[in-house]
């Protein structure tokens, strides 16, 4: 175990306790907890949603991808980039008006039903878990080979670690690790991406000429096909991924750390560029562990590549940059559990506890108590389901909870906005619908059932070749509020010229009458 590697990781740690024990003096309201006072600026607020959307699977994930699979790889960061023109286009604005701590809350601004909230917190819960699995196993196989200690140590110690950040610093303490962590992942992977140019004499065309023959595929490397032989199945995933964002809990929930909808805009752009660029830069990562580590080396390490990022660094930077590297997915993978963590608990605890069970009757001392009692309980879930999905890819596993968000919460989400003929049956229904569907496809996926023992969770043959189900699932969803809303007679146009309104503004009726 290097020393230079045991000290860069403990000054992240210890970078990240400061900031939970300074947050934690400033966190004493259900406000402060969940949204950290809606006092971030845009540039803050873009860091941060940087920070959440760069996780393990982008990192780790996406840069084994390309390592191993080559352009098929690179599908994962068009799609994620994508994603943020729907949420910035679509999303973002209406949200940061009707809602508050979730996106229960933006849901139930125009039906204020606790079968509506009770459904999307149990679509967020879902959503959260998925994606919380993806960064443990990352930071498993990530601890696993930067101090040496076995698998399951290493996610107790993460989920450890994040379970504190949440308990004691909330929102605010999870946004400034965000923003920190994000600012380092940034200069790691500019610093590897110039290496990686420079092995090429900073030419771009050299190095895609060379990446013809580097690997045993050949120029198919640089080809659609190698690893997605089906055009239905890529189309799928993409589907996933650029629908999926508009869906996701932690960065919704990102939009109401910040005063108001036109500050929410200004942090989506700001994110859409920093995202933009690290997506680019995924390229030079996946590019250079192809050509400098090779394949036997990627796999050795994990198999299913999530080691890439890391081996490359160590092959041009030696063990300095390597300790770098992994201290700064050390740093990415506890931001975003931290921000996953508090999502899942503001569901359980503002939507179940508060609002269904207690029916808004809460002081704010109750709920506080409430998050952080909800806090351990996600964070317990994830990390015993995490211990048996070590040999899963990250960037899959986040893919799927991509396509869940898009399947459930996205066709909610937009038909509450939009459409005037919307309702309470419909909107459960769209959410049930699209959640069950996705679950259920991706169960009898490749997956989870393949021929070839090892290949998946079980042994046999899969019912749909789809990896990933949006392209089914995420109609049905959209499908599913329709016909709901049309089989309910019920309907308020009024409540609907009202939420528009307070969509598009930010102004409510109430404030006009007082």
Aim: charged share 10%; with cysteine.
């Amino acid at each position: 175990m290097s020393p230079i590697a045991i000290i860069m990781f403990l000054a992240i740690v210890g970078l990240t306790l400061v900031i939970t024990w300074w947050a934690s003096r400033r966190t004493s309201t259900a406000t402060d907890f969940y949204t950290a006072g809606g006092g971030l600026k845009g540039w803050q607020n873009g860091l941060a949603i940087s920070g959440d959307y760069l996780s393990a699977a982008s990192f780790l994930g996406i840069a084994g991808s390309i390592a191993l699979t080559g352009f098929d790889g690179f599908f994962f960061s068009l799609g994620y980039l994508v994603a943020y023109l729907v949420v910035l286009y679509i999303v973002a604005e209406p949200l940061r008006n009707l809602g508050k701590f979730t996106l229960a809350d933006m849901i139930t601004a125009r039906f204020d039903k606790s079968k509506v909230r009770g459904t999307a917190a149990l679509s967020s819960i879902v959503i959260v878990l998925f994606y919380m699995i993806a960064q443990l196993v990352g930071a498993g196989a990530l601890i696993q080979l930067l101090l040496g200690i076995p698998y399951w140590s290493a996610v107790l110690l993460v989920g450890f670690m994040m379970t504190i950040y949440v308990l004691f610093g909330g929102m605010t303490a999870t946004s400034w690790v965000q923003i920190i962590k994000a600012c380092l992942l940034m200069l790691g992977t500019v610093i590897i991406s110039f290496l990686v140019l420079a092995k090429f004499n900073f030419n771009i065309l050299t190095m895609f000429s060379y990446m013809t023959t580097a690997t045993d595929a050949g120029e198919a490397y640089l080809n659609p096909g190698l690893k997605y032989t089906n055009g239905i199945d890529t189309i799928s995933m993409l589907v996933a991924l650029v629908l999926g964002t508009a869906g996701l809990p932690h960065i919704l929930m990102r939009f109401f750390t910040v005063k108001d909808a036109q500050t929410a805009r200004s942090s989506v752009i700001w994110a859409t560029w920093i995202v933009g660029i690290f997506y680019v830069l995924t390229i030079f990562l996946g590019f250079g562990a192809a050509a400098f580590v090779g394949k036997e080396a990627i796999v050795a390490a994990n198999p299913a590549g999530n080691m890439a990022a890391p081996l490359l660094a160590q092959a041009l930077g030696g063990d300095i940059l390597f300790s770098f590297v992994c201290a700064v997915a050390f740093a990415t993978i506890l931001a975003v559990v931290a921000g996953l963590v508090l999502s899942g608990a503001s569901a359980l605890s503002h939507d179940i506890y508060g609002q269904i069970i207690k029916k808004g009757k809460v002081t704010e001392k109750e709920q506080v108590v409430a998050a952080r009692v909800g806090s351990i309980i996600i964070a317990v879930i994830s990390i015993v389901l995490a211990l048996g999905a070590q040999t899963l890819n990250v960037a899959f596993l986040v893919s799927l909870a991509f396509c869940i968000a898009a399947s459930a919460n996205l066709p909610v989400i937009i038909y509450t906005i939009y459409w005037k003929r919307f309702n309470t049956n419909g909107a459960v229904t769209a959410m049930l619908t699209g959640l069950i569907s996705a679950l259920i496809l991706v169960a009898v996926s490749p997956n989870v059932w393949n021929p070839e023992a090892g290949k998946a969770i079980f042994v046999g043959d899969p019912l749909i070749m789809l990896t990933n189900p949006a392209i089914i699932s995420v109609p049905l969803g959209f499908l599913g509020g329709v016909i709901g809303t049309l089989l309910s007679k019920e309907s308020d146009e009024a409540k609907y010229r009202e939420v528009d309104v307070k969509a598009q503004t930010g102004i409510s009726v109430q404030d006009v009458s007082h």
